[in-house]
């Protein structure tokens, strides 16, 4: 069967596709037929050996999928599902943990449903657990045009959150609204931006999936007893850092949120979010996909996604 594979730890250029040995069926495992993989940005550091997680090259690259069912894992044959699977799911089949796998509904197609285990489940994470969102507060997205931050918007969107998307250009924005944020402005001017939307109170959390040089403006968007959730370091700027008098001053908070971690420690934890999401899909949460690739075309998928290009998920077809 072919498999999108990490042979070299050059990058996503040098992503190619191999023919690989078929999963048998295992006990205690489902089988699953890969119909589409969700491109994560793990994917990106994974392919440059900057992954927390290691693996030896060859290695197959995924870490989102959807598909149906073949056997095992309690599942019905033929049952449409999304799962998680770290890497490894860029290939035809794949045999899966089944507390990583969920049954999706017919109206969210296998391209959309390869946007959720990742991005949605990170986003729930990020925003239930660790921010620890209310009805009725108010969300700051950056990067809320990428895959994760419109999954940030839905969730907090079904959380009965108030959200402003912050993104680049009038494109970008348009996408934020479409997502279903109640504002979508600019990155030059957030600070007062949000500071106006909000009545002069400022933002109860801010979701930031970018760093670098915004983050202290960030800070400042917070109201009294505010959080500012770490999500990643999209910013070419890279890590930033923070004076803490200001949290001290100011009854605010800095949050990291390492989802991939969290679940790693808590077996079962991703059939709790689940839960949570469930009532979601097709409602507050619609994945918007963005664009979609070949198998042949991950590493340029990959590449699209590491220089921002992305609008909305990204997501390769296993399948032609």
Same mark, same amino acid.
């Given at each position: 069967m072919r498999a999108a594979q990490v042979v070299t730890l050059t990058g996503p250029a040098?992503?190619? $596709?191999?023919? $690989?040995?078929?999963?048998?069926?295992?006990?205690?495992?489902?089988?699953?037929?890969?119909?589409?993989v969700g491109v994560a940005?793990?994917?990106? #550091?994974?392919? &440059?050996?900057?992954?927390?997680?290691?693996?030896?090259?060859p290695f197959t690259v995924g870490a989102g999928l959807a598909g149906t069912v073949i056997s095992g894992g309690g599942f019905e044959p033929g049952t449409r599902v999304c799962g998680c699977t770290g890497w @490894?799911?860029?290939?035809?089949?794949?045999?899966a943990d089944p507390s990583c796998v969920f049954p999706i509904p017919d109206s969210i197609t296998f391209e959309q449903a390869a946007a959720i285990p990742m991005n949605y489940l990170t986003a729930d994470f990020a925003?239930?657990?660790?921010?620890?969102?209310?009805?009725?507060?108010?969300?700051? $997205?950056?990067g809320a045009a990428g895959g994760l931050g419109t999954a940030v918007i839905q969730v907090a969107k079904g959380m009965g959150a108030t959200v402003i998307g912050v993104a680049s250009t009038e494109e970008k924005r348009a996408l934020v609204l479409?997502? @279903?944020?109640?504002?979508?402005? !600019?990155?030059? !001017?957030?600070k007062d931006a949000?500071?106006?939307?909000?009545? @002069?109170?400022?933002?109860?959390?801010?979701?930031?999936?970018?760093?670098?040089?915004?983050?202290?403006?960030?800070?400042r968007c917070l109201a009294?007893?505010? &959080?500012?959730? $770490? #999500? @990643?370091?999209? +910013?070419?700027?890279?890590?930033p850092s923070v004076k803490v008098n200001?949290?001290?001053?100011?009854?605010?908070?800095? &949050?990291?949120?390492?989802?991939?971690?969290?679940?790693? +420690?808590?077996?079962?934890?991703?059939?709790?979010?689940?839960? &949570?999401?469930?009532?979601?899909?097709?409602?507050?949460?619609?994945?918007?996909?963005?664009?979609?690739?070949?198998?042949?075309?991950?590493?340029q998928a990959l590449d699209d996604m590491d220089q921002r290009r992305a609008l909305g998920k990204l997501v390769v077809r296993v399948r032609d």
């Amino acid at each position: 069967m072919r498999a999108a594979q990490v042979v070299t730890l050059t990058g996503p250029a040098d992503v190619v $596709v191999n023919d $690989v040995p078929a999963p048998e069926p295992e006990d205690g495992k489902v089988l699953i037929r890969v119909e589409a993989v969700g491109v994560a940005f793990p994917d990106l #550091l994974l392919s &440059r050996g900057e992954y927390q997680m290691k693996p030896e090259p060859p290695f197959t690259v995924g870490a989102g999928l959807a598909g149906t069912v073949i056997s095992g894992g309690g599942f019905e044959p033929g049952t449409r599902v999304c799962g998680c699977t770290g890497w @490894g799911g860029a290939q035809e089949q794949v045999l899966a943990d089944p507390s990583c796998v969920f049954p999706i509904p017919d109206s969210i197609t296998f391209e959309q449903a390869a946007a959720i285990p990742m991005n949605y489940l990170t986003a729930d994470f990020a925003l239930f657990e660790r921010g620890g969102l209310q009805p009725g507060e108010t969300v700051l $997205v950056h990067g809320a045009a990428g895959g994760l931050g419109t999954a940030v918007i839905q969730v907090a969107k079904g959380m009965g959150a108030t959200v402003i998307g912050v993104a680049s250009t009038e494109e970008k924005r348009a996408l934020v609204l479409e997502c @279903g944020a109640d504002h979508a402005i !600019g990155l030059e !001017g957030f600070k007062d931006a949000a500071r106006e939307l909000t009545g @002069g109170r400022g933002v109860d959390v801010v979701a930031d999936i970018v760093g670098g040089d915004i983050f202290t403006d960030s800070l400042r968007c917070l109201a009294r007893q505010g &959080r500012l959730i $770490v #999500l @990643g370091f999209a +910013a070419q700027q890279g890590i930033p850092s923070v004076k803490v008098n200001r949290l001290l001053f100011t009854n605010t908070d800095i &949050r990291g949120a390492a989802w991939g971690e969290y679940w790693m +420690a808590n077996p079962g934890y991703m059939q709790e979010q689940w839960k &949570r999401l469930e009532p979601m899909l097709g409602v507050a949460v619609q994945p918007p996909v963005g664009r979609t690739y070949s198998l042949a075309e991950t590493g340029q998928a990959l590449d699209d996604m590491d220089q921002r290009r992305a609008l909305g998920k990204l997501v390769v077809r296993v399948r032609d």
